[in-house]
C-alpha cells in the first residue's frame, strides 16, 4: 500500500517564476492538504481540498492555489514566487468523512523542498 | 484561534535517559492531538496521536503521551531514549468537528539530540 507521494523532491526557481507541486494520496483517502515549513519552524496550513473544492484555506495570498483532480491527486500552483517562498512543501491525505476515527488522521508525504533564488 | 506551544526549542539527553517534550495548547473547543517526527530532510511521520477514549496513549518504539485536559497538555515521554531517536517532534491539534475535517496546527517543533 503506497503511502503519500510528493513530485518532484527538489525544486529550484527564480523570482517570479511559478511552480507546480504534485501530490498523490494514499490510497483509500479522499482529502488533500497543503503546508509549508520554512526552516526552523512547525508546518503552516495552506489549504485543503476534498470532491475537487477548496474547503478550508489558512493565511496564504492568492498566489497560492491548488486543484484537486477526480482521481483525489492534488497540485498545488505558486506564482510569481518571492524568495520568501523558500520552503519544504508537504501534502497530507485523510479521509474527510471519518467521524473522528483512525481514517481522520492526516499523513504526510516526503515533501518539495523548494529554493527561490 | 487554537494555539500550540512547544516549551523547548531543543532537548540534549544522553542514551538511556529519560526525556519529556512538553506541548501545551490553547483552544476553547474539544481538540484532537498529534504528535509527529521529522528526521533530518525527511517529511513529517505520526508518531501517535489521541482521538477519545484513554487518555494515555502509546507508539510502537516505546513513545507515550499523555492528554491532561485540565493543563491543556499532551507531553511527550520515553523512559529511555536511543541515538535513533534524534530528530525534531512537533506537537500538532486539530479541532473536533462533527465528522468533517480540519486542518492541523502545529508547534514550532522541538529538537531532540541523544549523545551516547
Known amino acids: 500500500d503506497a503511502g503519500v507521494t510528493q513530485s518532484p523532491t527538489h525544486l529550484i526557481k527564480t523570482r517570479g517564476q511559478q511552480v507546480t507541486l504534485r501530490c498523490s494520496p494514499k490510497?483509500?483517502?479522499?482529502?488533500v492538504s497543503w503546508y509549508q515549513q520554512a526552516l526552523g519552524q512547525g508546518p503552516q496550513f495552506i489549504f485543503q481540498?476534498?470532491?475537487?473544492?477548496e474547503r478550508q484555506r489558512g493565511n496564504f495570498p492568492d498566489r497560492f492555489s491548488g486543484h484537486q483532480f477526480p482521481n483525489y491527486s492534488s497540485e498545488l500552483n505558486v506564482n510569481a514566487l518571492l524568495l520568501g517562498d523558500s520552503a519544504l512543501y508537504l501534502c497530507?491525505?485523510?479521509?474527510?468523512w471519518g467521524r473522528g476515527t483512525e481514517e481522520e488522521t492526516q499523513y504526510f508525504g516526503p515533501g518539495t523542498r523548494l529554493l527561490v533564488l | 484561534a487554537q494555539s500550540v506551544t512547544q516549551l523547548d526549542s531543543q532537548v540534549p539527553v544522553f542514551e538511556e535517559a529519560p526525556v519529556e517534550l512538553r506541548c501545551n495548547y490553547s483552544?476553547?473547543?474539544?481538540?484532537?492531538l498529534f504528535w509527529y517526527v521529522q528526521y533530518p530532510n525527511q517529511g513529517l511521520q505520526l508518531l501517535l496521536k489521541?482521538?477519545?477514549?484513554?487518555?494515555l496513549v502509546e507508539s510502537i518504539n516505546g513513545f507515550e503521551a499523555e492528554f491532561n485536559k485540565s493543563q491543556t497538555s499532551f507531553h511527550l515521554r520515553k523512559p529511555s531514549v536511543h541515538i535513533s531517536d534524534t530528530a525534531e517532534y512537533f506537537c500538532?491539534?486539530?479541532?473536533?468537528?462533527?465528522?468533517?475535517?480540519?486542518?492541523?496546527?502545529f508547534g514550532k517543533g522541538t529538537k531532540l539530540s541523544v549523545k551516547p
Open positions: 490510497s483509500g483517502h479522499d482529502t
Open positions: 481540498y476534498y470532491e475537487e473544492e
Open positions: 497530507a491525505s485523510s479521509l474527510f
Open positions: 483552544s476553547s473547543v474539544s481538540v484532537y
Open positions: 489521541y482521538l477519545s477514549g484513554s487518555t
Open positions: 500538532a491539534v486539530r479541532v473536533r468537528y462533527g465528522g468533517s475535517q480540519g486542518n492541523l496546527i
